[in-house]
């Protein structure tokens, strides 16, 4: 073999590398952009070579991207909640979503943090978006949402995440318990307008690439899990207020 062939063999193997490491990254998709557009030129190939440590950062970079478009996407339909819905204040300018299953332990632990974010931030409104994934919790966020219409709606997802799990048993209770009106509430739990709000949740999940609870939104942020009160505090300040909420009051 020539020096040339060795040369660009090693060339070859070089390149064959960086794409598959992009393709690691981005997805095959995107190495094959790369590939095609120019970027994958021997000064960016060797920069990239050299600099390893960035490509963690550009599929950091990626990742943003695409959860902005997948918010984008949803549009208003996110920001709109089910009327009650709520936690905090109902007019505030800082706001986070959440998407909540009664019968999810992580859930539950994150209450406190929720409770405390509230009570530290008189200008913080949690929409909370009804998801019930695990088994036995619709009938709960059925409830909730029937709560929501008689204006008592925190009052009763303190007192199920208080009660749980979630059970016909244990929902009845906590409806006696903040004082629904109980006839109203069953005939609300079933009717279309609750069906289509958790339709509509399940679908905003699915579309932001959630595939789990407790799952958060704030600004332009999406996060799985249970991350904290210091992990929510950290991404409600970087969100900072809602920009139609900041122009509204400018």
Request: aromatic content about 6%; proline content about 4%; glycine content about 8%.
């Amino acid at each position: 073999m020539t020096d040339q062939s060795s040369q660009n063999s090693g060339a070859s193997a070089r390149s064959a590398i960086l794409t598959a490491l992009t393709a690691l990254i981005f997805g095959f998709l995107g190495a094959a952009i790369w590939s095609i557009s120019g970027l994958a030129d021997n000064r960016t190939r060797a920069f990239l070579m050299d600099n390893p440590e960035m490509l963690p950062e550009m599929a950091e970079a990626l990742q943003q991207r695409e959860t902005s478009s997948r918010l984008a996407q949803a549009g208003d339909a996110l920001f709109a909640e089910f009327p009650g819905a709520m936690l905090g204040n109902p007019n505030g300018t800082k706001l986070l979503i959440e998407f909540t299953d009664y019968n999810c332990p992580y859930c539950e632990a994150s209450l406190k943090d929720v409770n405390r974010l509230v009570a530290d931030d008189p200008n913080l409104k949690v929409i909370v978006r009804e998801w019930p994934i695990f088994e036995g919790s619709d009938v709960a966020s059925r409830m909730a949402l029937a709560a929501a219409r008689q204006g008592k709606y925190a009052e009763f997802h303190e007192k199920m995440f208080a009660l749980g799990p979630a059970t016909p048993e244990t929902v009845a209770q906590a409806a006696r318990l903040v004082g629904l009106d109980m006839e109203r509430a069953t005939a609300d739990a079933v009717s279309d307008a609750v069906t289509t709000e958790l339709a509509r949740n399940q679908a905003l999940a699915r579309q932001i690439g959630f595939t789990g609870t407790p799952a958060w939104v704030t600004g332009d942020t999406a996060i799985g899990g249970a991350i904290g009160y210091e992990g929510l505090k950290e991404a409600l300040a970087e969100a900072g207020p809602r920009r139609e909420a900041a122009e509204a009051e400018g």
